[in-house]
């Protein structure tokens, strides 16, 4: 399993560029590609290499949607991560925007400067800022679910049935079985 | 992890015009018409850019250019974070070249592009070729490599000082001695630091000597003394400068000595 933003290496940089409020989208987007690289070599092809499943939480994707939606060249982020071993399923959760900014309000913690895009001065109040920005990121998701045939999962429903649909997915890709009930008691 | 096929430019910047972008480059920050100029000074360790810089820009000040100076690894942002991974041997090369554009990034929009439109000299301590020399020494694809700096601006002079092995090493002897990131220890050449040294300076130089026709280096003999290197630098420099002077008016109304 590997997150996001995650390696010992870049979070220094990255605190301090978001301490300071001074990254600007390419240095954002650098930055995330270096922590990038710094896990893929340590943490994704290692596992790989031995036979195991690696479960990614947010890949290069989430680069490509955020770094355009900031305004970077498309091509150039394509091109950036192209070191990047492609996955073998790529399952994206979809969400309208009004949907997202409802769980994200419902979570009672202030967003965040770049979370909410502010770095992008769209708009001083962050609630604002952040559905313009998200708005721009579901688009750019949008075009990549054809450019890159990512599974899609409908997220608006219970974590039940967004699990059942993901589980389905992922065990026609893997060619298991799973049945329902397995995942009802597990659930329970 | 491209789903394209097309190939972009390969960042030669024999058809790139000087103060452009290589490739695509930062769609939110338009750049044409910038008056600002780059000249980069390249060369590896020891060759005495610093030197040559520094003299570069009293020259240009008394004449009454606005100047700044930029160089490698200089950033507010990724200075600590560089020096921390490098005396902690953790990066491995691709990494170490994405810091490094981190690094670039940064002083690119802050101080580079910035002192352009204000109509400044910038004077570069080193530019990217740096970066892809070294990261062609160590086996990082090379149009990947200029893919990620078609963000970079085109310079409108690149000097490429240009040394021997032998004298390479005598100076950096004669100096502070040979480290181990000049000496490419992290490329496991062997643990004779000496040897070391000796194959990845070699190997730098071959690199820097073939990105010199692709990117328009001016090579000029860096075993002269100082003030001979200078001289030749100011001549082409002062060329370049009353060439583009007719055309963009880089130049403040008083030298610069006589303002308050």
Same mark, same amino acid.
Request: glycine share 8%.
């Given at each position: 399993?590997?997150?996001?933003?995650?390696?010992?290496?870049?979070?220094?940089?990255?605190?301090?560029?978001?301490?300071?409020?001074?990254?600007?989208?390419?240095?954002?987007?650098?930055?995330?590609?270096?922590?990038?690289?710094?896990?893929?070599?340590?943490?994704?092809?290692?596992?790989?290499?031995?036979?195991?499943?690696?479960?990614?939480?947010?890949?290069?994707?989430?680069?490509?949607?955020?770094?355009?939606?900031?305004?970077?060249?498309?091509?150039?982020?394509?091109?950036?991560?192209?070191?990047?071993?492609?996955?073998?399923?790529?399952?994206?959760?979809?969400?309208?925007?009004?949907?997202?900014?409802?769980?994200?309000?419902?979570?009672?913690?202030?967003?965040?400067?770049?979370?909410?895009?502010?770095?992008?001065?769209?708009?001083?109040?962050?609630?604002?800022?952040?559905?313009?920005?998200?708005?721009?990121?579901?688009?750019?998701?949008?075009?990549?679910?054809?450019?890159?045939?990512?599974?899609?999962?409908?997220?608006?429903?219970?974590?039940?049935?967004?699990?059942?649909?993901?589980?389905?997915?992922?065990?026609?890709?893997?060619?298991?079985?799973?049945?329902?009930?397995?995942?009802?008691?597990?659930?329970? | 992890?491209?789903?394209?096929?097309?190939?972009?430019?390969?960042?030669?910047?024999?058809?790139?015009?000087?103060?452009?972008?290589?490739?695509?480059?930062?769609?939110?920050?338009?750049?044409?018409?910038?008056?600002?100029?780059?000249?980069?000074?390249?060369?590896?360790?020891?060759?005495?850019?610093?030197?040559?810089?520094?003299?570069?820009?009293?020259?240009?000040?008394?004449?009454?250019?606005?100047?700044?100076?930029?160089?490698?690894?200089?950033?507010?942002?990724?200075?600590?974070?560089?020096?921390?991974?490098?005396?902690?041997?953790?990066?491995?090369?691709?990494?170490?070249?994405?810091?490094?554009?981190?690094?670039?990034?940064?002083? *690119?929009?802050?101080?580079?592009?910035? =002192?352009?439109?204000? $109509? +400044?000299? @910038? &004077?570069?301590? !080193?530019?990217?070729?740096?970066?892809?020399?070294?990261?062609?020494?160590?086996?990082?694809?090379?149009?990947?490599?200029?893919?990620?700096?078609?963000?970079?601006?085109?310079?409108?002079?690149?000097?490429?000082?240009?040394?021997?092995?032998?004298?390479?090493?005598?100076?950096?002897?004669?100096?502070?001695?040979?480290?181990?990131?000049?000496?490419?220890?992290?490329?496991?050449?062997?643990?004779?630091?000496?040897?070391?040294?000796?194959?990845?300076?070699?190997?730098? *130089?071959?690199?820097?000597?073939?990105? =010199?026709?692709?990117? $328009? +280096?001016? @090579? &000029?003999?860096? !075993?002269?003394?100082?003030?001979?290197?200078?001289?030749?630098?100011?001549?082409?420099?002062?060329?370049?400068?009353?060439?583009?002077?007719?055309?963009?008016?880089?130049?403040?109304?008083?030298?610069?000595?006589?303002?308050?």
């Amino acid at each position: 399993m590997t997150e996001w933003n995650s390696s010992a290496l870049v979070k220094a940089a990255t605190k301090t560029g978001k301490k300071k409020n001074s990254l600007t989208p390419m240095t954002f987007s650098l930055l995330h590609a270096t922590d990038f690289a710094d896990r893929l070599l340590y943490n994704v092809i290692p596992p790989l290499k031995a036979g195991m499943i690696v479960l990614a939480d947010r890949y290069a994707y989430t680069a490509f949607a955020r770094d355009a939606a900031r305004g970077v060249d498309r091509r150039w982020v394509r091109e950036l991560y192209s070191f990047a071993v492609k996955p073998d399923l790529a399952v994206y959760f979809r969400v309208p925007i009004e949907v997202s900014t409802d769980r994200l309000l419902a979570r009672r913690v202030k967003l965040k400067f770049y979370e909410a895009g502010m770095d992008m001065g769209w708009s001083t109040n962050a609630i604002e800022s952040f559905k313009v920005f998200q708005g721009k990121v579901l688009d750019e998701y949008d075009r990549l679910v054809e450019e890159f045939g990512l599974s899609v999962v409908n997220a608006v429903g219970s974590i039940t049935e967004q699990q059942r649909m993901f589980r389905k997915v992922v065990s026609q890709h893997l060619q298991i079985e799973e049945t329902d009930e397995q995942l009802d008691e597990q659930l329970a | 992890m491209s789903s394209s096929t097309s190939n972009l430019p390969d960042g030669g910047s024999g058809g790139i015009r000087a103060g452009s972008y290589y490739g695509n480059g930062i769609p939110y920050l338009p750049i044409d018409g910038y008056p600002g100029k780059i000249i980069a000074i390249e060369g590896t360790d020891g060759v005495g850019r610093s030197t040559q810089i520094r003299l570069l820009r009293e020259w240009l000040e008394v004449q009454g250019y606005g100047v700044i100076e930029t160089g490698w690894t200089r950033s507010e942002l990724m200075q600590p974070t560089i020096e921390l991974a490098k005396a902690s041997n953790t990066l491995n090369k691709l990494t170490f070249v994405l810091l490094y554009a981190t690094d670039f990034a940064d002083r *690119l929009e802050k101080e580079i592009i910035p =002192a352009l439109k204000a $109509g +400044f000299i @910038v &004077l570069s301590d !080193r530019y990217i070729f740096t970066a892809m020399a070294r990261a062609g020494v160590r086996g990082v694809d090379r149009t990947w490599m200029r893919n990620l700096y078609g963000f970079a601006i085109a310079p409108h002079l690149v000097f490429y000082l240009k040394i021997d092995e032998k004298t390479l090493i005598r100076r950096v002897l004669q100096s502070r001695g040979m480290d181990y990131w000049e000496s490419g220890m992290d490329m496991k050449l062997g643990d004779d630091i000496y040897e070391s040294f000796r194959a990845y300076q070699r190997s730098l *130089l071959r690199e820097y000597t073939s990105m =010199a026709d692709e990117f $328009g +280096f001016r @090579v &000029l003999d860096a !075993r002269r003394k100082i003030d001979v290197i200078q001289d030749e630098l100011r001549r082409q420099i002062g060329a370049f400068l009353a060439e583009s002077d007719t055309t963009s008016a880089l130049r403040v109304d008083e030298p610069a000595l006589t303002r308050p």
